[in-house]
């Protein structure tokens, strides 16, 4: 087990040491912009809320509804949906709407219409024919100059950046992209559940040979300082990395499955009637008032998303949530509806993102995210000093003749 455990330290240590300093680079990051209260608009928390309301046309929160007003609380949703679509079919006659909204654009509540434009801006997180929108003051029917409809996408930042070199991948990990990216990322995870189970091991076995000489101390020094050191590190922070290292084994697991998984959903509908875009607002008004009478609305979509009607309310709240709401029966959705084709990752998509969100602390608030830290710097320190002392061993077997990188 000793060797076990030497062996793969030597072999893993720089992939733990490097997974130790980019994972406490972004929790230093991310607990300096809560703590001195930056806004969601400020790219470093818009990185945090990556991935928290789906991807693509999935997410009805858009880049300004980070900081947007929310819409007045006597607002008739489903008059304004009436204005936006009797405006829409007189000015481009030939399209068909692909969602609708309601949302306040430069101080005038609007109703807005997206629609499918080869030339409009394409969406990175999508594949197909990009959407532009047109907007209109639901007061007079005027033409108004629209928002960008695409689902928020955190804009480039050191947080993103790091986010990315985490995960072994993106374009400042040497090119990579999510393959081989993943596999790294999996491998890494199981490599630090070895040396946590052989670490651990070793230590209640020396720790019960103690007890028998009347030593039961939990810590103890001796002349190798780096030695104990690095065994009292590794036990008085072991949960810590257990969780760490299991919600990013997860990840991992879950992530390279997906690669294995891939196939093609059917395409999204993007395609909505008059007939049906009214009755999502009368279904979703009436359901998120019934959840939640007293909060305001920054923006309300109705949409049909793979064959199902359904609204998403963008609530005006700290932290922006959204919450999505089928037509027909008034519940509400999840990223992982059975309604929707079958997701990559093997438990679903809101499992993969409740465990990005427990690894990070996020969950939990600070507390979580302080206890998080201190395994990142745990992780440093035991990544570093494990090198130090086999090259001190090597040396030492080195200065003898016996000079093999690995030994029993």
Not at 66 to 90: E, I, M, Q
Not at 160 to 173: D, E, I, V
Not at 312 to 329: E, K, L
Request: charged share 20%.
């Amino acid at each position: 087990m000793r060797t076990v455990h030497r062996v793969l330290s030597l072999i893993a240590c720089l992939f733990l040491l490097y997974i130790g300093v980019t994972g406490t680079l972004i929790q230093t990051l991310d607990m300096t912009a809560i703590l001195t209260g930056k806004a969601e608009s400020d790219p470093t928390m818009q990185s945090v809320n990556e991935g928290r309301f789906g991807n693509g046309f999935y997410s009805a929160v858009t880049v300004a509804d980070w900081n947007a007003a929310a819409l007045p609380d006597n607002v008739d949703v489903t008059k304004g949906f009436s204005v936006a679509l009797a405006r829409f079919h007189k000015v481009r006659p030939e399209a068909t709407a692909a969602f609708v909204e309601l949302r306040v654009i430069g101080g005038k509540v609007a109703g807005q219409v997206a629609y499918a434009d080869p030339n409009a801006p394409a969406d990175p997180r999508r594949q197909g024919t990009p959407l532009s929108a047109l907007a209109f003051d639901i007061s007079n029917g005027q033409q108004i100059e629209g928002s960008d409809v695409r689902g928020a996408y955190p804009a480039q930042s050191l947080r993103q950046t790091l986010k990315q070199w985490h995960r072994f991948w993106g374009p400042g990990f040497f090119g990579l992209r999510d393959i081989p990216g993943v596999y790294l990322e999996l491998l890494s995870g199981i490599a630090m559940w070895v040396l946590i189970v052989t670490g651990l091991t070793m230590y209640f076995r020396l720790l019960k040979q103690r007890r028998k000489i009347k030593r039961p101390n939990l810590f103890w020094m001796n002349s190798d300082t780096w030695r104990s050191l690095h065994r009292g590190v590794s036990v008085a922070a072991s949960v810590l990395l257990i969780l760490v290292a299991f919600s990013g084994t997860w990840i991992g697991f879950e992530s390279t499955y997906a690669t294995f998984n891939r196939h093609k959903p059917p395409r999204e509908t993007l395609a909505i009637t008059d007939a049906q875009a009214l009755g999502v607002a009368r279904s979703t008004i009436r359901a998120f008032r019934a959840d939640e009478p007293g909060t305001q609305i920054r923006a309300i979509r109705a949409r049909v998303w793979y064959g199902q009607a359904e609204g998403a309310v963008v609530a005006a709240t700290v932290p922006t949530r959204q919450r999505v709401y089928n037509a027909a029966t008034g519940q509400e959705q999840g990223l992982s509806s059975p309604l929707y084709p079958k997701s990559a990752f093997p438990f679903g998509t809101d499992v993969h993102e409740w465990m990005k969100h427990f690894h990070s602390g996020e969950l939990f608030g600070l507390p979580a995210r302080l206890l998080d830290l201190l395994a990142g710097l745990s992780l440093i320190f035991l990544s570093v000093s494990g090198l130090w002392m086999y090259l001190e061993l090597w040396k030492k077997r080195a200065r003898s003749g016996r000079k093999s990188l690995f030994w029993n």
